[in-house]
């Protein structure tokens, strides 16, 4: 059974940084040949598509969305069969609960835009809160 486990959230002070981790099992392929995205969702907002990593024709492409532009980073780990969000100098408007979601390749991550009903497999999430 495909499961992912997103770890790595926590309290931050503004301006400060965390790094999230998503571990995947049960994937056929491994994670590294799914299309990847983080999303997160904030008290009383929509769930919102953060960043995205391609796979098959546009393998190794990357989406942001503009406001974590600079200061998210997504990332693969193929031998530990996770991946990573790095985020720096945070802001408060960051706090939400983060999840990742896979989707199969050639789906979910396109150019310049995230569609999240795509995403088949999704994490339980993890809580950022930013502040002071």
């Known amino acids: 059974q495909e499961q992912l486990v997103e770890s790595g959230g926590g309290l931050v002070q503004p301006g400060g940084s965390l790094r999230l981790s998503c571990s995947a099992s049960?994937?056929?392929?491994?994670?590294?040949?799914?299309?990847i995205a983080w999303f997160r969702q904030a008290p009383g907002k929509e769930r919102e598509g953060v960043a995205c990593?391609?796979?098959?024709?546009?393998?190794?492409?990357?989406y942001y969305v503009d406001s974590v532009k600079g200061r998210f980073t997504a990332s693969r780990d193929k031998a530990e069969n996770r991946v990573s969000l790095k985020m720096d100098n945070l802001k408060s408007e960051d706090t939400a609960i983060y999840y990742c979601?896979?989707?199969?390749?050639?789906?979910?991550?396109?150019?310049?835009?995230?569609?999240?009903?795509?995403?088949?497999?999704w994490g339980q999430g993890t809580q950022v809160t930013v502040s002071s």
């Open positions: 979601a896979a989707a199969p390749a050639g789906y979910g991550c396109h150019r310049g835009h995230l569609s999240a009903g795509e995403f088949e497999y």
């Open positions: 049960g994937f056929t392929p491994a994670l590294d040949y799914w299309a």
């Open positions: 990593m391609s796979v098959g024709v546009g393998r190794g492409y990357s």
